[in-house]
């Protein structure tokens, strides 16, 4: 079992949980959709495109099947 107790501000999606220890931490497409607009490009990069209001982009990378963010919360 793993415990939860870490909070980090993730920029441009506010505040949010996150495991320290872990190798992965969850953002759900479904919230984020609701708050930023979300493209797929499956020919230029094969990526998610998460468009902020500053005009800059996330880019959601492909990797065995799960599409990743690499951030450093430190």
Known sequence: MQYVNKVGDFP???TKW???DGF???LSFNNVKKKY???YDSS???CFEVH???FT???FMPKKG???LSVNMM
């Open 18 to 20: 996150f495991y320290e």
């Open 57 to 59: 982009k996330c880019l």
């Open 66 to 68: 799960l599409f990743y």
């Open 24 to 26: 992965a931490n969850i």
């Open 52 to 54: 902020k209001v500053d």
């Open 12 to 14: 441009g999606y506010g």
């Open 37 to 39: 607009c979300m493209t």
């Open 44 to 46: 230029a990069c094969d």
